[in-house]
C-alpha cells in the first residue's frame, strides 16, 4: 500500500458510478417539507441530490461497527472511542455512532466527561487554537472525530472541526416513476387517523448516471501536525471507510440498493486506491504503531 504518491496533494479526489442491483428504479433520501432534492444542473439536465453529505458521513461509520461484538470491526480494533453506560454499566451508545459523536448530550454532559474538558483548556478569556488543544484530544479519545468533524458546541461555540472526508451521491438525467399502493385494514377498514385503509402514492427515479463522489482533505489532515505514522492511519482509516461502504453500505433503503460499476480516483492523476484487502491487512499495525497516543476505551455515565 503506497500512499506516497498523495504527499503533495492537497485533495484526494474520487468517483464510483453506481447502478440499481436489481431493475432501473431507486428511491432517494427524503426531507422534511420538500420531499427528494430535486434540481437543474449547470447544463440543464434535471439532477436529483440521492443522499446527501451528512448522511453518507454517518454511513460511513456504520460500516465501520460490529453491532454484534459491540465493538470496531476486526481490523479497527485498538482505535480510542467514547462508550456510554447507564448506571447498571449496560452499553447505551458511543461516540462512533452517535449523531454529534463526542458532542453527543449522552457524553458531553456526563460528569465523567470533565476531564476530557479540562483537557481542552478552553477559557473564555483566550484564544482557543485547534491544532495544539482540540486536535491531540481527539486523537487521544475520539480518533474518528478527526475525520468525521465535530462541533462541541456543549463546551464553547468556537471549538470545531470541518470534516476531513466529504461525500455524496448525485443522479443526473432524472426521471420521476410514480406508482403508490394502500395499508389495508380488511377487519375495519374505515377507521379514522390511520389506522383503516390508508391509500398513498410512491416516487422513485431512474438516472442515466449516478454517482457517489468522495473528497479527503490531505490538506486540512497534515496541517494536524502529527507524526508520519498517525497521519498514515487516518488516511488509511478515511480509505477503508470507503471501500467498506462501496462493498457492504449501499443498500440504503428498502427500495435503494446500489452496486459501483466503476470506481476511479479523478486527483491526483495516476494514483490507484488501495483495496479493502490491503487495508484490512495494513490497519491493525498502524494502530499499534500509533497506541501510545490512545486513551482506548472511555468510559462515561449516563444516568438517564
Keep these: 500500500m503506497n500512499l506516497t504518491a498523495l504527499d503533495q496533494s492537497p485533495r484526494l479526489l474520487m468517483e464510483a458510478d453506481l447502478t440499481p442491483l436489481q431493475g432501473t428504479r431507486f428511491q432517494p433520501t427524503g426531507f422534511p417539507d420538500l420531499g427528494a432534492a430535486e ?3 449547470p447544463d440543464g439536465k434535471r439532477m436529483l441530490l440521492v443522499e446527501s453529505t451528512q448522511s ?3 454511513r460511513m461509520e456504520i460500516v465501520c461497527w ?8 476486526k481490523p479497527l480494533k485498538g482505535l480510542p472511542y467514547i462508550k456510554v453506560v447507564d448506571n447498571e454499566g449496560r452499553g447505551i ?14 457524553i458531553a454532559r456526563s460528569k465523567d466527561f470533565t476531564p476530557i474538558k479540562d483537557e481542552l483548556g478552553f477559557r473564555k478569556d483566550r484564544p482557543f487554537d485547534i491544532r495544539s488543544q ?14 468525521h468533524g465535530v462541533f462541541l458546541e456543549e463546551v464553547a461555540g468556537v471549538i470545531r472541526l470541518p470534516r476531513v472526508l466529504s461525500s455524496f451521491i448525485e443522479a443526473t438525467d432524472i426521471n420521476a416513476v410514480q406508482s403508490g399502493g394502500v395499508k389495508l385494514n380488511p377487519i375495519e377498514p374505515t377507521l379514522k387517523e ?101 486513551a482506548g476505551v472511555t468510559t462515561v455515565r449516563y444516568p438517564g
Design 194 to 294: 390511520g389506522a383503516g385503509n390508508v391509500p398513498y402514492a410512491r416516487t422513485e427515479y431512474t438516472s442515466s448516471k449516478t454517482t457517489a463522489y468522495f473528497n479527503l482533505d490531505l490538506a486540512q489532515l497534515r496541517a494536524f501536525g502529527f507524526e508520519d505514522n498517525v497521519t498514515t492511519l487516518l488516511i488509511a482509516l478515511a480509505l477503508f471507510k470507503i471501500q467498506r461502504f462501496l462493498k457492504e453500505g449501499l443498500h440504503l433503503r428498502t427500495a435503494c440498493d446500489l452496486e459501483p460499476s466503476s470506481v476511479k480516483v479523478t486527483r491526483p492523476a495516476g494514483w490507484s486506491l488501495p483495496e479493502l484487502v490491503q487495508l484490512e491487512e495494513a490497519l491493525p499495525k498502524l494502530i499499534a504503531a500509533s497506541a501510545k497516543h490512545f
Design 66 to 73: 460490529s453491532k454484534a461484538s459491540d465493538d470496531w470491526e
Design 93 to 106: 451508545t458511543n461516540s462512533v455512532l452517535e449523531a454529534h459523536r463526542i458532542n453527543s448530550e449522552y
Design 56 to 58: 453518507m458521513a454517518n
Design 39 to 41: 434540481y437543474e444542473g
Design 134 to 147: 482540540l486536535v491531540p484530544v481527539l486523537l487521544k479519545y475520539d480518533i474518528n472525530s478527526l475525520i
